[in-house]
């Protein structure tokens, strides 16, 4: 190749390269790779910001719901009551629901360009959904706008009027606290990176036995689900 074609190709290759598009930037949904673990995640635009739709689901290592701590990073799958972390992740429970982690593992769980949301960043997403700033920082059920109904997923919850019109796509994939599984089918709770003190962190808990969604310090030793944000 001569000296123009060889500029003339660089510089083609320079504009189609400016002209690629950033899907996060240009849709309001989309996929992307962990990769971590090859672990497929869809993504959600709401308001400004970048959510996954789906629990996070990686787990390097895996505990029985009788191992807890606040110090040490631990994960779970619900139901599972083993250490293989092959034998867990060939679960249903796993494939439906993901992980569940204390607030330690929460910390590290979302890959690289995405973060454990903060309680500021659920109150910026509820708020763009139509809770109101005082019901967002209120503590315990908060009903205003109606704001779960349009978080959870329209199946896996029974009878409901939800309408998922978010995108977020929850699903009542239980916990772990107190040594046990708990709350499959029933409800869901998310951590926040928010810490209230040495013992507890802020989290998010929805359920089909009453209305809105609770803003609570729980103990950072339960084991809860994760959706991230993106950087």
């Given at each position: ?14 504009v ?24 497929v995640y ?10 996954t739709?789906?629990?996070m ?15 040490e ?14 034998e867990?992740m ?54 205003n ?13 029974g ?29 869901t ?23 809105g ?19």
């Open positions: 190749m001569n000296k123009n074609l060889f500029l003339a190709a660089l510089t083609l290759a320079i189609f390269s400016g002209c690629k598009k950033d899907p996060f930037v240009t849709d309001n949904n989309g996929t992307f790779t962990d990769t971590r673990d090859s672990h869809p993504w959600v635009k709401i308001g400004t910001q970048i959510w739709a789906e629990n689901a990686y787990i390097p290592y895996v505990n029985p719901s009788t191992v807890s701590s606040v110090a990073a631990k994960s779970y799958v619900y139901g599972y009551q083993g250490t293989s972390v092959t867990a060939a679960t249903s429970n796993y494939d439906n629901y993901g992980g569940l982690y204390n607030y330690e593992a929460a910390k590290i769980a979302c890959p690289s360009g995405w973060h454990l949301p903060t309680d500021a960043e659920w109150k910026t997403m509820e708020m763009f959904l139509g809770m109101s700033q005082a019901e967002a920082d209120n503590t315990g059920k908060r009903t706008g109606s704001v779960d109904l349009k978080l959870k997923a329209t199946t896996a919850w009878a409901n009027s939800n309408t998922n019109s978010s995108g977020f796509s929850a699903i009542p994939g239980g916990f772990c606290g107190d040594n046990l599984f708990q709350a499959l089918l029933t409800g709770c998310f951590w926040t990176a928010t810490s209230q003190d040495a013992d507890k962190a802020i989290d998010r808990w929805m359920d089909n036995v009453s209305p969604i609770d803003r609570s310090p729980w103990p950072k030793s339960h084991g809860y689900s994760v959706r991230c944000v993106r950087n």
